[in-house]
Structure formats: C-alpha cells, structure tokens
C-alpha cells in the first residue's frame, strides 16, 4: 500500500528544525567558550587562546547564517551566499592570528600557563565534534537525493504484518558497537560472490507476529524475513531504497544482480542501533480513540516519517472521516467490510480482506462496517494518510 503525495514538507521540515536546534545550542556553547577563552587570552597574553576565542565568535557568526537560512522559505538558495560570509570571517581570523603571533615573537612577549584555557579547550574537542556530526547527518539526508538524483524525494516506509509464521523476523537496524568497515568490506565481498553476507552478525532480526508494525524512516537498514506477509506502506516504492545485499541471488547470467553498496552506505544512519530502534520503531502502539464497538489506534510510525497511520478494531460501524486530505485502507483482519456514506456522497462498496482501496480527500464522513461473512466478528483496517494535511 502507497501513499504517493509529495513527502519532502513534512519530512524536509522535521530535519529544517532539527537543524535549526543544533545550530542554536552551538551559538550558546560557543558564546561561553568565546567569553571565557578571550578572557582567559588575555591575562594569559596568549595570542594563541585569545584566537582561539575569537574563532569560537566567528563559529557563532557561522552558526547565526546557517539559522537565518534555515529561516527562508528556500534554504538551498541562500547556501553560497551563507558560505560566502563564513569564509571571509575566517580569512580575517587567519589574518589576526598570523599577525598579533608575528609582533608576539618580535616583541618577545612571555606567555603564562592558562588552566582555564586549557579546560576551555579539552572541553570543546568533546562537544563540537558532537554539534558538527548531528548538524551533518540532517544536512546529508536533507540534501543526498536531491543533489545525486536531481529529486526530493526520501523513502520512508513501514512494515504491517498481514500474517506471520512462528518463526518470521524482520531486520531493522544494526547491532550495537558494529564495525563500519568491517561491514562495508563485507558487503562487497557478498556482492563479489566470495562470502555470503553474515546478516545476523551486522543487523538486528526482530520476531515478527501478525499485526505487528515496524516503523523505517529513511536511511533505517531493514529488510522482511522468511514466512511473513507485508503490507508495506511506503512513500516511494519504486525508487531510492538501496539494495545493499541480494541474499546471494544471482541474475539469469549467474552473477550477482547490481545492487546499490555505495549509495547505500551513504545514507545508513549508522546511529539507529538495537536501543534506539527497539525504542523508536517497535511495538510503538498507542489507543487514541474509542466508541461503540470499535477501538482506534496510532501504529508508531516515527516523527521522522510523515506519513500517519492508524488501526481501528471494530465489531460495530466505526466512523471516520478523511477532513481534506487522501486516506488509503486496507483491511487486515477479517473476511468482508462496507463502506458506506451517510450522506449520500458515494454507493456503498465492499472490501475483503487483504484489499486496498482509497477514500478521495472530498468525501468527507464515511463509514466502515462488518458485513456479509465479516458480521459478528472482529475486523480491522489501517489508514494511512499524510500528516500536516487535514484540515
């Protein structure tokens, strides 16, 4: 099942505010880190801190046009003009430095130990790196297709189990403290045909039962396992999920079939780990609603992906209604539902288990029921439509 809508909004805002997040709590630490470097600078008379004080002001100067890009309605057209103004800030710091270290050396000026400048310093080797690789693994999953593909869209997407056997498993993730190379050296050796991939030693494996819903916001390793039956519910399931091993399936020449290592690698978002996935894309179901015979669920797609999906269980007519935006269905539990309108807008229709089918963003109220072998049991159905869209 597909929702084909423009998915760059919701999702280009999510990583937009992430971004602008970070770049906020750089300007604070720098601001500290200027005002105590400068000062501990200067009655250390270190042109050496002292500078270093002053580059912490001009990151702030960098860290202030990067927020005020992400302030404009299009980011990316501001981008040289921001990097225009960050480098010549840093030519006149290299210019400072050069120079007052010049007259430091001709003068003879004796420079005093500095604790403080010293603590300032270890302090900042910690926290930067940290700000710098969150800032940059937004920037690059906010810019990768685009800038490769000429497109916006991301693909994110998620597993609903129509059916599993006892021994069906999903893969999401990887494993704690894996080795990037080690995995990346191994996936192209699977590729070469000189080893069989060794999943379970890189990627975590869930057990998997019926009605089980698995969240995978772009740049998630993942992958359904033998004896289970998917409903994915994707935004583009036609382009940019990249195969990174084939399960040693060959082509009809006998060689592996091409897949995608390289792009793949590119856009693992090597920190969704076994925590962070058990907490944020497993058995993330939460009750929102209930009624007369029928109870309404949120299935814990993740706030990364902008696709909303939610669950109802009924035994009785449950009411929906699409307020202004697309909602796509399928029921997943029980043999026969109708679909009907209250007020008239559509004939009724039924549907069987397994089956998709779309209730137009101008249809407003509608209401779905057991019926014909579905009366008398529970059913359910999942619907999925776009978040930030109803009105």
């Not at 770049?23 to 601001?31: E, R, S």
């Not at 994707?234 to 079939?257: E, H, N, Q």
């Not at 009411?319 to 309108?341: K, Y």
Request: some cysteine; aromatic content about 10%.
């Amino acid at each position: 099942m597909t929702v084909t809508h423009t998915p760059t909004d919701y999702r280009r805002h999510v990583l937009q505010r992430r971004i602008r997040w970070i770049v906020f709590a750089t300007i604070a630490y720098n601001l500290v880190e200027a005002i105590v470097a400068i000062t501990a600078g200067t009655i250390a008379s270190s042109a050496a801190l002292v500078g270093f004080g002053l580059d912490s002001t001009i990151e702030v100067l960098s860290a202030a046009v990067v927020a005020w890009q992400f302030t404009r309605r299009d980011p990316e057209r501001w981008e040289k003009g921001a990097l225009r103004v960050i480098a010549v800030a840093f030519f006149a710091l290299a210019v400072y430095i050069t120079t007052s270290s010049l007259l430091a050396l001709i003068a003879r000026v004796e420079v005093e130990h500095s604790p403080v400048g010293i603590a300032i310093t270890a302090l900042s080797v910690v926290i930067m790196p940290l700000l710098s690789l969150a800032e940059r693994r937004a920037g690059r999953e906010l810019g990768y297709i685009r800038d490769r593909f000429g497109m916006a869209y991301t693909q994110d997407e998620s597993y609903y189990l129509l059916d599993a056997s006892d021994k069906a498993v999903v893969y999401l993730g990887l494993k704690e403290g894996i080795d990037r190379e080690r995995m990346a050296a191994d996936l192209v050796e699977a590729q070469s045909g000189a080893i069989s991939f060794p999943a379970i030693d890189y990627i975590n494996a869930f057990s998997a039962r019926k009605h089980d819903h698995f969240a995978i916001p772009a740049g998630t390793v993942h992958c359904s396992g033998a004896g289970s039956m998917v409903l994915e519910i994707s935004a583009t399931p036609y382009i940019f999920t990249f195969k990174m091993w084939d399960w040693d399936r060959v082509g009809l020449d006998g060689i592996p079939r091409p897949i995608h290592i390289d792009h793949a690698l590119e856009n693992i978002q090597w920190d969704r780990d076994t925590k962070w996935v058990e907490s944020n894309l497993v058995g993330q179901v939460q009750e929102i609603a209930r009624g007369v015979g029928w109870v309404e669920e949120r299935t814990g797609l993740h706030e990364l992906e902008f696709i909303e999906v939610r669950r109802h269980w009924f035994t009785e007519p449950v009411p929906h209604d699409t307020r202004g935006t697309v909602n796509v269905l399928n029921l997943v539990e029980g043999p026969e539902a109708v679909v009907e309108s209250p007020t008239g807008a559509f004939d009724p229709f039924v549907v069987h288990y397994a089956e998709t089918f779309i209730v137009p963003a101008t249809v407003g109220p509608y209401v779905i029921r057991p019926h014909g072998a579905g009366e008398g049991q529970q059913l359910a159905t999942v619907k999925a439509y776009v978040r930030g869209t109803q009105r």
